[in-house]
């Protein structure tokens, strides 16, 4: 099992989540712990082969941690 962490800056943008599962699959990786996701919200979404864990961040888009689990 390969763990890692990466500090994303933002997933924000369109396209953000599917260009990071696709690092995440480059590197074989199982679980990655992100931060500074800057979503909405808390709750789950999967995309590239990965389950997609996040937590909630402040009102400015601003923080928020998420977890990205291979099934």
Known sequence: MKLGSWKV???YRAGSLKAAARELVRYKLDVVGLQEVSWDKEGTVRSGGYNFFYG???E??????????AP
């Open 56 to 58: 909630k961040e402040n």
């Open 60 to 69: 400015n888009h601003q923080l928020g941690t998420g977890l990205f689990c």
């Open 9 to 11: 800056r933002s997933l």
